[in-house]
């Protein structure tokens, strides 16, 4: 069983000095992040979904063994409550790809008043 350690995001204000040195450009932060995890949750795309190039360009600047979580749209899991996924499911895919090897799970945050529906 392989265990990868990181978290949700890797841009907050609060770790300069903590986890990156001032002297870092926030530019560059993906990158000394990278150098300390194993993986990020990419939650962004819970509220807007990144271009594929941008998925893209993030696939460049890991190395070949990091692992990309994606969250799912809030469209797809709030608004629609998981009903007609196959457009928004496809659209976020085809985005996601952009990650090529580097895309591990796909997460999806429910909304708390969701109920199981076994059928």
Same mark, same amino acid.
């Given at each position: 069983?392989?265990?990868f350690v990181g978290t949700s995001g890797w841009q907050y204000r609060d770790w300069r000095d903590v986890l990156y040195p001032s002297d870092v450009p926030m530019r560059r932060w993906l990158e000394e992040y990278t150098a300390r995890f194993a993986t990020v949750e990419l939650n962004n795309a819970f509220?807007?979904?990144p271009s594929r190039e941008n998925f893209e360009a993030w696939r460049e600047r890991v190395?070949?063994?990091f692992v990309v979580a994606v969250k799912a749209s809030r469209y797809l899991t709030h608004i629609k409550r998981l009903k007609d996924p196959e457009e928004p499911?496809?659209?976020l895919m085809t985005h996601a790809e952009g990650l090529g090897d580097r895309l591990g799970p796909v997460l999806?945050?429910?909304p708390p008043t969701l109920? &199981?529906? &076994?059928?």
């Open positions: 069983m392989t265990l509220y807007r979904l190395p070949g063994d499911v496809h659209r999806l945050q429910l109920r &199981a529906d &076994a059928g």
